[in-house]
């Protein structure tokens, strides 16, 4: 870390570009996906490297189910076989596993094996791994406002909202960056990002790097964050 250097403590990542990726090449969209889920070790090791604590990837959004089924199981089976390769190494960086999303609309066998590795990395502190998965952003904020109303809330803070929500036990998130130019949030931590910086680099997310982390982080440096403040 440079002496005077910023470091976002939460970092969102929007990955997007992997059909356009593979597109441009006269590949399938799948080898897209497939080359997309080969960096995310890269990336998260990365951000985890430069002192970032918690790393947010959205993965499957709501809004993907209206994909191809083939498609849509394809990256199921991609998220879960990546997750499983990567459980021992979270295990010896002290790394958290979070899922941000609908669990139960996963296929049975790729619950499973989150839920165990959600277990076996609950008290881990030191990094967190946050994965969005069957994920959208106004759904998130919905259910927490049932979730309250169920518990007998009659006036609800905006604290007690935070407290609901799927990361409660991460970070404030400060940097959100979506590959591929996009300028859009896509239904993506709405909440949390409130006071969020962007960034929206033009390369698709199969060609992010160490590099590229590092280019977040120094685009990160050049903000100056008032919170409403002069």
Not at 102 to 128: G, M, V, W
Not at 145 to 173: F, R, W
Request: glycine share 6%; hydrophobic share 35%.
């Amino acid at each position: 870390m440079k002496k005077n250097e910023k470091v976002p403590m939460h970092i969102g990542f929007i990955m997007d570009g992997n059909g356009r990726w593979a597109k441009k090449r006269g590949l399938v969209r799948t080898a897209g996906h497939r080359k997309g889920a080969e960096i995310m070790k890269s990336v998260v090791d990365r951000c985890f490297e430069r002192g970032v604590k918690a790393v947010s990837l959205y993965a499957f959004s709501t809004e993907n189910f209206n994909r191809p089924k083939e498609e849509v199981d394809y990256i199921f089976a991609l998220c879960d076989d990546y997750l499983i390769k990567y459980a021992n190494e979270l295990k010896e960086k002290h790394c958290r596993l979070e899922v941000m999303g609908d669990l139960s609309r996963l296929p049975q066998p790729f619950q499973d094996h989150l839920r165990d590795i959600i277990a076996e990395t609950k008290n881990y502190d030191e990094h967190i791994l946050n994965v969005g998965l069957a994920y959208g952003g106004r759904s998130e904020i919905t259910n927490a406002v049932n979730a309250l109303i169920a518990s007998g809330k009659k006036n609800v803070t905006e604290q007690d909202v935070a407290g609901a929500l799927y990361t409660s036990k991460l970070p404030e998130l400060d940097l959100v960056v979506r590959a591929s130019g996009e300028q859009r949030l896509s239904n993506f931590m709405l909440w949390q990002a409130a006071y969020a910086e962007f960034y929206f680099p033009k390369t698709f997310w199969p060609d992010f790097n160490a590099k590229m982390v590092d280019k977040c982080i120094t685009e990160y440096n050049k903000r100056n964050r008032r919170f409403g403040r002069v």
